[in-house]
């Protein structure tokens, strides 16, 4: 498994660096007089990719704080239910001594 893994790197690796070797005109970016700056076509598309990356990152980290607190919540239910059902087995098992012990 490490072997394909390493083959895998490598082939990415090797895709980023003809990428980058066959896209580098300069863009030009421009939002009024606040930035212009000009930037090889690679790196923009690869800061991109890195804002992404980076953004559902950041969505991973929330959903999983989410489902951490859905858990603990329902862990909590189940607790509640458990106790509960277990009190009403107590009761019936009480009442069934009680209806024993009486004479007919």
Known sequence: MKVIYTI???????FV???????T???KLKYYDF???????Y?????SC??????????????RFRLS???????????????EVRNYDEAKTADDDKKSEEPF
Do not use: Q
């Open 17 to 23: 660096i003809t990428f980058s070797l066959e896209n």
């Open 69 to 83: 607190r859905t858990i603990a919540h329902l862990n909590k239910t189940i607790r509640d239910l458990r106790r």
């Open 8 to 14: 895998l790197i490598m082939i990415l690796v090797l």
């Open 43 to 47: 790196m923009l598309l690869f800061i």
């Open 50 to 63: 890195l804002i992404g990356v980076v953004f559902m990152g950041c969505m991973g980290i929330v959903e």
């Open 25 to 27: 005109i300069p863009i």
């Open 35 to 41: 930035i212009y700056v000009e930037w090889p076509t």
